[in-house]
């Protein structure tokens, strides 16, 4: 409000001294308006490029002077899991849920533990009591989860029945199971690269086929990860006055995640028990 006052102040002021020229020198009344609106743009120009220079200030320049700091040298967060009882516990639709559904909902029980168990240490994967998930075309049933590094919220991780079989043959799901996992982060751009590459290929490698040999499903699974953080990291230098989100979509039979999940079960190892769901380092050894 004083900012907009000192600009008309500004205005009527050159209007009278420019009605003071023309009775002190005879200048024209067209001389004078010329006068008068030449000086009233210079006033608005200034006052406009001002007003665009703090609008970039709050756009470009975002403090994230926090946000480096919990990520760089916050303590990092113990996951809390709250795993739903069930997917109408979550607050999934009973009208949504399928026998598809019910088979990835079990097959997923220990899926953020097993994430845990082989990120780089700073990630923590946290079960979230919520199985009322989005999908591309609305509402989804599946499984969620709160992504932290360190000290640091960075985004969200779901799970849901992948393919499009099932569909027409839900209780043949159980024959050809496919799982679509899908994570949103933000400022992983201040994440070291080995770190977000952990997580990534990780991710892929418990969802991708992984066959027989090993090592070229882990070759795999770094190969994609490396590719969506090129990505990630070009759009983030090609549009620096935007906040670039990473987003991540990836599918697959989850071949691994289910034998060592079955590992666990013959073992009679529950992690959510016997590791709180966390790593197995620095808690209980296995």
Known sequence: MIKRAALWTAIIAAGLIGYAAKHAYGMSDQAIYLAVTAIGLVIVSFHFDRRVAALEERVIHKDYSGIKVAIQDGERHKPQHEPPKSLIDGGAVQSFITAAHEV?????????????????????????????????????????????????????????????????????????RQAQVEIDLNYLRFVPFDAAESLISSIVLFIAPFGDDGEEARSKAASVAAAALTGHLWESVRTPDIDTSFAFRTGGPYELLRHTTDHWKANGIDPLEKWGGDRSWGNEEA
């Open 104 to 176: 990835l909902f079990e097959d997923f029980r220990w899926f953020g533990a097993v994430l845990n168990q082989h990120v780089a240490e700073a990630w923590a994967i946290e079960e979230l009591n919520d199985t009322d998930v989005r999908g591309i075309e609305g509402p989804e049933v599946g499984r969620r989860y709160q992504v932290y590094y360190n000290a640091c919220k960075m985004g969200t991780m779901q799970v849901t029945v992948g393919g499009h079989e099932w569909i027409f043959r839900p209780e043949a799901f159980a024959e050809n």
